[in-house]
């Protein structure tokens, strides 16, 4: 089975997030970056996928120099090669032109199958596969918990609000991941699968090496913009509910206090 | 500039999702700054019978197109149809509900359309006739304030229970419009369909929340949070280490790699208060902490703090909530 995983790399979900100086974009200093970790579940999806049925398993990336960490960890994984696209026309693309970008990158390897996280720990738009889809013209499989396939179909499960749907498809298709670690439990990359990996081929590719125009992807061709960022509103400064009571008085001023003065039970 | 504001209703069998409400009604508010109408947008089974009481939420006009084979949401076979119907609007921007499926038909809609979404909004800004839209960064963490370039029809969705509802006005009636638009064929295929019959509040679908973490220390323990949360009508939550160890099912978990929920009152259990928790919990209305360490992080983000023993202070505050609940029913 020949799969495609397009993977992002963000800051660790422990980072503490500081808006820059231009209002615009966050300070990157000092940020520790991971592999986004529903893209973590899709390369494990994916490795189980070839221990069954055989096959290749290519990871595919956008963004700066530092993104190559991120390939080289999936490829350590087990992964067995890698596309890293950048072009200097991309730096302000909007992510309906990144994608379109990454599309191009996946189906050049002519998959059969491409997984991806179902949303990005970043900028959580959550929409990068249903556009891949339907640039390909492909079915779509969102927010996979299981995934099972003969080699022929696939079939996942979806979690609905109060519920759980079970979804199919014929290949090709492309599936997106969500659950959780707990679910998905990705490997880790071993020593020798971090020794192999540096001799695994990772290939960069531009615009123009995909068939693409950089023209269209300059900054006027951007159809959004984030125009400024804010921190959350300051929560007010809680209230302990101590005054030297025990614990059934500390029991009964807090259903009070909920009850009188925040009246939310 | 486009004709009218257009939502797009979603339905759970033949009845709307409340979340349909909260978006006709903040795209009636905007429709209003701009000075033109609401359009809608419905598509599923049996959903033609309903349709004009959208009405009662400011709806103008409702393009309805109702099959037997729309019974349940397929991005195949809603996307092209939804984008139809858009195009028949002319609208100059389109809201849609941040649900499961609202998330996953936006972003296909977006691609269709040539238009680009944005995701979980929770605010929407109308100025000089320009749309912005506030949507969370990081989980939460962060905020972004985003806009569109000329000429471009603004997408997006809306993350439910935050846009206020109007007050439905029951004498208002929306004009229906029947579609008559082939249903697409499919590749992909909905097997089954398993919904929750237990009684169990949904956790992004509840007012009230009581999660436990770390500090709840063994699977068993939870039953104390499920009697907590029945009392409250609540629903159960688990921060990711309770998760990882096995104690709660992944559907549980409230944090950056898991649910983001806001509830109106978050109650946190025994759990520290991780970042990427805080990330998926603190735009709650009301937060109570309880935990055994005052310096737990938790407490920052609190609006009330309880420094005890969870397995001691649980107990006590359940029978004191249903004290509080037989005195007033």
Known sequence: MNIVVII?????????????PDNKSIVTEGLKWIINPYDEFAIEAALRLKSKHGGNVTVVTYGPPRVVEALRTALAMGADDAVHVDDPAMKTADFLRVTRALAAAAKECDPEIILMGSRAVDYDQGQRGAIVAEMLGWPHLPLAVSLESDG??????????????????????????????????????????????KKKPLKARKLTDLGLDPADFGPETARIRITSLEMPPQRAAGRMIDDGLDTEGKARELVRVLHEEARVI | MGNCICVIAEFRGANFRRVTFEVASEGRRIADSLGIGLCAVAV?????????????????????????????YLAETYVPIVAEAVKMCDPAAVILPASVDGRDLGARLGARLRVTLVQDCVQIACEGGKIRAKWPIFAGKCFAWSDWSEGTLPLMSCRPNIMDCLVPDESRQAEVVMLDLPVPEARSSVKSIDMDTSGKVEL????????????????????????????????VGASRAAVD???????????????VVTPNLYIAVGISGAIQHLAGMGYSKYI????????????????????EDLFKFVPAFKEEVIKLKSTCS
Not at chain 2, 57 to 70: I, N, Q, T, W
Not at chain 2, 248 to 256: A, E
Not at chain 2, 288 to 307: L, Q, T, W
């Open chain 1, 8 to 20: 992002k790399q963000t800051p660790d979900t422990e980072s503490v997030i500081r808006i820059a």
């Open chain 1, 152 to 197: 022929k179909v696939v079939t996942i499960e979806r979690p609905i609000e109060g519920g759980k749907v079970t979804l199919e498809s014929p290949l090709p298709v492309l599936v997106t991941l969500g659950g959780s670690h707990a679910i998905w439990n990705p490997r880790y990359a071993s020593l020798p699968g971090i020794m192999k990996a």
């Open chain 2, 44 to 72: 599923g089974s049996g959903v033609a019978a309903r349709a004009a009481e959208l009405g009662r939420y400011g709806v103008d006009k409702v393009f309805v197109r109702d099959d037997p084979a729309l019974e349940n």
């Open chain 2, 204 to 235: 992004s679908e509840a007012e009230i929340i009581v999660s436990g973490g770390r500090g709840m220390k063994e699977a068993g323990n939870f039953v104390m949070i499920e009697e907590l949360a029945q009392v409250l009508g609540a629903a």
């Open chain 2, 245 to 259: 160890s096995g104690w709660r099912p992944h559907s549980d978990q409230v944090g950056q790699t898991g649910k």
């Open chain 2, 288 to 307: 109570v902490a309880v935990n055994k360490d005052p310096d737990a992080p938790i407490f920052s983000k609190a609006d009330y703090g309880v420094v």
